[in-house]
């Protein structure tokens, strides 16, 4: 069901826009409430009256001369989830690049809501490579795909490059809007912590913080409930709720005040702190033999131990192999733990690659192809979700 959802489906120029109509009738009868985009070229397969009467409203045809000053916006920021059906070689070509020259797509590039893609083209564009690598992108953006299906096309074609049925496409739309994504809590842990010891200097490591970024990020588009809880000076979006911090004490403090259902430890916290931080600058005339050390708190132990236990999602980055990682992931009795050989080029802290391999409570090793850090942040929330419902 989709009571009372706002849902902004945008209509771009194919024969499939005929199929649109019946969508909107379906997202209707399921409860949404439905603001639609029609393009000039979906203009020319079927009119804007046929929209209004289906969802009460007029169509929205244009960036410049609505009565809003700045339709765009309005719409990104009134939708919760948008659909795109069908979607044209262009309009795809024109989001995956950030071309935001028409309604459709400086939407798309405002909105923080997830989008749904329904692609629709002869064979022959669906394959080209341009398409192909503009959907790569997409998908590496954070969009869902749905389709293209199999079947007759426009002029009596058949092959690949259909729109998928309305009922499909509800039906994502159901499972983007549901209940318990939304109530889903995400807690993540970012960055490389920094432990002072004075008021200039600090002891660091080369965290960059992309990944746990990366993973807040992802879970926000899904409509997840995200706290983020980092010590890396990155951005997130906005409706992620973050929670800067320097020190694995004060991720500690942060980490203990929120619930979750689902923890994501990518954070490197140090394991060792100065003993003590100096309240004025040390002096190279004063000199500095030794720094005595103190263990810092274990953040991902502490998740671990508490009584309504979350599922908790460890990392660790590793320069002697999976073995200790095998071990750490029973040791520490996470549910998942990420591996990665920061040696190995590619998979490093600053690196926007990362190879991991995936070990569960049991130490049962997946190891993934090498991938872009979003890509593994989707994919790990895919594991996740399935794991949980798996469990229910
Ligand atoms: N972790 C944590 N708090 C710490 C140390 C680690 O929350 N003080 C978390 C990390 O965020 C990561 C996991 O524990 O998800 C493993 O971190 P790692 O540094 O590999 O583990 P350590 O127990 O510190 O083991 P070692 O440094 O000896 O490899």
Redesign the pocket.
């Known amino acids: 069901m989709l009571q009372g959802r706002r849902v902004l489906l945008a209509v771009t120029g194919g024969v499939a826009a005929y199929k649109s109509a019946i969508l909107a009738r379906r997202l209707v009868e399921a409860g949404a409430e439905v603001k639609v985009i029609l393009t000039d070229s979906a203009r020319e397969f079927i009119g804007a009256q046929t929209f209004a009467a289906i969802t009460g409203g007029q169509p929205f045809t244009t960036l410049f001369g609505e009565t809003s000053v700045s339709p765009h916006t309005d719409l990104a920021r009134w939708c919760e989830v948008a659909i795109v059906a069908p979607a044209t070689a262009s309009t795809i070509g024109r989001v995956a690049n950030g071309i935001s020259s028409d309604l459709v797509s400086a939407t798309l590039l405002t909105t923080r809501s997830p989008v749904l893609i329904a692609p629709a083209m002869h064979t022959e564009m669906w394959e080209h490579p341009a398409t192909q690598r503009n959907i790569n992108t997409l998908e590496r953006d954070g969009y869902l795909l749905i389709g293209p299906a199999s079947g007759a096309l426009a002029g009596g074609d058949v092959g690949i490059g259909r729109v998928v049925e309305p009922e499909e496409i509800v039906e994502a739309v159901e499972a983007m809007l549901s209940p318990d994504d939304s109530t889903l809590r995400v807690l993540v842990?970012a960055g490389g912590?920094r432990e002072p010891l004075d008021p200039v200097r600090y002891l660091g490591n080369r965290s960059s913080g992309k990944m746990g970024h990366a993973i807040a990020d992802e879970a926000a588009r899904r409509g997840f409930t995200v706290t983020l809880v980092t010590a890396a000076d990155l951005s997130a979006l906005p409706t992620v709720k973050v929670v800067a911090v320097e020190t694995?004490d004060e991720?500690?403090d942060a980490?203990s005040g929120e619930d979750a259902d689902v923890a994501?430890?990518?954070?490197?916290?140090?394991?060792f702190r100065p003993s003590k931080s100096s309240e004025g600058k040390i002096s190279r005339a004063d000199g500095l033999d030794s720094i005595e050390l103190s263990?810092?708190?274990?953040?991902?132990?502490?998740?671990v131990a508490r009584d309504e236990r979350p599922f908790v999602?460890?990392?660790?980055?590793?320069t002697e192999g999976v073995e200790?990682?095998i071990e750490?992931a029973v040791v520490?009795k996470?549910d998942l733990?990420?591996y990665n050989d920061v040696t190995e080029p590619g998979s490093g802290f600053e690196s926007n690659t990362n190879r991991v391999v995936l070990i569960d409570g049991e130490g049962q090793t997946e190891p993934w192809p090498m991938m872009s850090k979003q890509e593994v942040a989707s994919l790990l929330l895919d594991r996740i979700v399935g794991d949980l419902a798996a469990r229910a």
């Open positions: 842990t912590t694995a991720m500690l980490v994501i430890m990518a954070a490197a916290v140090a394991d263990p810092t708190p274990d953040v991902l132990a502490s998740v999602v460890g990392f660790a980055a590793e200790r990682a750490k520490k996470v733990l990420v």
